[in-house]
């Protein structure tokens, strides 16, 4: 079974040059491919991704949303594994996400721990082993069959941020979600950017506003301003 990996970026040069052998080394590269969807990047991200021979197409809306739903028709996959571009995948992926699948699960994610030693960042990232209310953001990576994907419409193009929320919570009310305890490894830059006390308060108020049905361009702005 094929599965198409569908990277949104936006100047991500450095951490594509790290994270895109991660594909490339492993023992399943003919049941893999990767589409890198780029929304306007003014650094070296062409340069890197035509150095490596992957997919990349262009964007012409910088949104995730709108990037990855863009991989999602140019995937020939079976399945959609949605991956920022500063995590690192496990050598694994492949085996976990068919394990998961065979379990009878149509979509999942990953835990994570940060790249960072801080010990609030370690309280945080435990919990990410289970399917709690905020579990499925972007950072755990998300896997989904690809016909249950276009089944619930994929990405809601209207959700500047939150997008990924906002799908896994209508996988969740029909199919539920698989967490797969095994941890990726995620960047704590937005941690290092501002503090552990800001981006929890930043992300308590704008989480409360998204359950609450604020509109999604509001939320964004609020966002903006709360984190640097």
Known sequence: MKISIIIPVFNEAENLKELLPLFQNGNHTSLIEVIIVDGGSTDATEEVVKATGLILTESAIKSRAVQMNLGAKMATGDILYFVHADVRVLPSFYEDIMSSLNEGFQAGCFAYNFDSSDKMLRINSWFTQFDGLLS?????????????????????????????????????????????????????????????????????????????????????????????
Not at 189 to 203: D, G, T
Not at 218 to 223: D, G, I, P, S, T
Request: charged fraction near 30%; glycine fraction near 8%; include cysteine.
């Open 136 to 228: 499925g953001g972007g950072d755990q990576t998300l896997f989904i069959r690809k016909n249950v994907f276009w089944e619930l419409g994929g990405f809601d193009e209207k959700f500047c941020l939150m997008e990924d929320f906002e799908l896994v919570r209508r996988i969740k009310k029909k199919y539920g979600l698989k967490v797969i305890p095994k941890r990726i490894l995620v960047s704590a830059r937005k941690y290092e950017n501002n503090s552990w006390l800001r981006v929890q308060i930043a992300n308590l108020i704008v989480f409360g506003l998204f359950f609450l049905d604020h509109p999604p361009t509001k939320l964004k702005a609020l966002y903006s301003r709360l984190l640097k």
